[in-house]
């Protein structure tokens, strides 16, 4: 034989490689053929392809892999128990960017799926080849090491804690001072995922200097974006008064307010969210959130969207209105209770159902003024007919029970309890009643009240 018909085996045999990766790859975006794929032995086929001398072959081997243990949990444990991890990890190292996306993004396929297969990720080396990856000078690299980062934070504080170690959030913070919007997102989006899990970790990222940076991209036009750093600063500040104090500070206030009325109906959720995170904590935060217009403006947002998207909203009317009498009467005036009256009526799903009830409790239990503010909107039947429906959650009629109860011990509008004298079970009538016995014959209550100092606090 020739030299060049012996090449030319050499030739065919390369072809024939890069033809059954290519093939994989594609087939593998396809869900129909993963089973097959599987069956057919794929894993063991493409692990020595990874070590292929064709730069082209090992990425498109990688990537085929990424697919497949992206589809579910089997397939990325397939990639973990056929030694795959080290080769993966090694060569992220060693190759060029487009090599490293490709096993970068294997790694984010596995880890996505459980907290044992982000721990396998860990224990064979590879968050310090991500961190190092973090400084790559090619962006779509420090993108896909952030990914990676991330979605193995993302499981637990042990994990979050093992990507701090290895030093990832100061680069992630240097990533989302980057031009390339794609890569701000994911690294926004790591740094929450590193921050959620407590407050010690929340303080690293803080520490770090990232509050600054997210606070000026709140009115950045890119939705995504704009999603992932209300989010961030979401999971930093519902740990502790102090962090919400130091978000606050970073001046969002009034800014995260217009982001209540975008366009994108995430960014109006995730804006509530932090904004309720904030005014949880104390009084204090929640009186700076009615004075820079807050309430009014989460109030419009409600009204304006439906179904999770009214969630955080409609919990942050609640936080507030349980501080005290006065942040209370700032929802009744900032017409609060006919919003989430309206979300109790027409809501389809419990929890949300829940959520108002809990809320309308909150604002109707401080004084008789509070509580004819919640009656007068025909809200006592609806709460009493949700608690008694068979169809209600256990949860909804938990908290519709106890909004009714919270409001009728202060309530002294007689045309509201009326109602109840006919349709309401003996545990609930027994609170109308007392409240019509303090309205119709308040002198017994003040002489028993003065002989006894219990009967008028048992309603």
Request: hydrophobic share 45%.
């Amino acid at each position: 034989m020739s030299q060049r018909q012996v090449l030319q085996v050499f030739e065919q045999y390369q072809k024939a490689r890069t033809q059954f990766v290519q093939m994989v790859a594609e087939l593998a975006t396809r869900p129909q053929n993963i089973e097959t794929l599987q069956n057919a032995g794929v894993m063991a086929l493409l692990r020595p392809l990874l070590l292929d001398v064709v730069p082209t072959i090992q990425q498109t081997a990688a990537l085929a892999l990424g697919r497949l243990a992206n589809y579910n949990d089997d397939l990325a444990e397939a990639v973990v128990k056929g030694d795959i991890l080290p080769q993966l990890v090694y060569s992220l190292a060693e190759q060029n960017r487009f090599y490293k996306k490709a096993a970068a993004f294997v790694l984010r396929a596995v880890g996505k799926h459980s907290p044992q297969l982000a721990q396998a990720i860990v224990d064979c080396g590879a968050l310090d080849t991500l961190v190092i990856c973090l400084e790559d000078f090619d962006p779509g690299v420090k993108e896909a090491a952030a990914w990676a980062l991330g979605y193995i934070a993302r499981h637990n504080a042990e994990l979050s804690q093992a990507v701090v170690d290895a030093g990832a959030v100061p680069l992630l913070v240097l990533c989302i001072q980057e031009p390339e919007i794609a890569l701000k997102r994911i690294a926004v989006s790591a740094l929450s995922d590193i921050a959620k899990h407590s407050p010690e970790l929340a303080q690293t990222v803080v520490d770090a200097g990232v509050i600054a940076h997210l606070a000026q991209m709140i009115l950045n036009p890119d939705a995504k974006l704009k999603r992932q750093v209300l989010s961030a600063l979401s999971q930093i500040a519902k740990h502790s008064v102090d962090l919400a104090e130091m978000v606050v500070e970073a001046e969002i206030f009034p800014v995260v307010l217009t982001c209540l009325k975008d366009k994108d109906e995430y960014v109006k959720k995730n804006a509530s969210t932090l904004i309720r995170e904030i005014a949880k904590h104390t009084p204090e935060l929640s009186q700076l959130i009615v004075n820079a217009g807050g309430v009014a403006a989460v109030i419009d947002c409600i009204g304006s969207c439906k179904g999770n998207i009214r969630l955080p909203g409609i919990m942050l009317l609640g936080y507030v209105a349980a501080h005290s009498e006065n942040l209370a009467m700032a929802v009744i005036i900032s017409k609060g209770v006919p919003q989430l009256s309206l979300c109790l009526s027409e809501e389809p799903e419990d929890h949300i159902k829940a959520a108002a009830a809990w809320a309308l409790g909150h604002i109707g239990r401080h004084t008789p003024e509070h509580a004819r503010a919640v009656a007068v909107t025909n809200t006592l039947p609806v709460l009493l007919s949700l608690y008694m429906s068979t169809e209600s959650s256990e949860d909804l009629q938990v908290k519709s029970k106890k909004a009714i109860k919270n409001i009728l011990q202060k309530c002294t509008y007689l045309p509201a309890l009326e109602p109840f004298l006919y349709d309401a079970p003996p545990n609930i009538l027994k609170h109308v009643v007392g409240q019509f016995s303090k309205v119709l014959f308040p002198w017994i209550f003040r002489n028993t009240s003065a002989e006894s100092g219990q009967l008028s606090t048992t309603y």
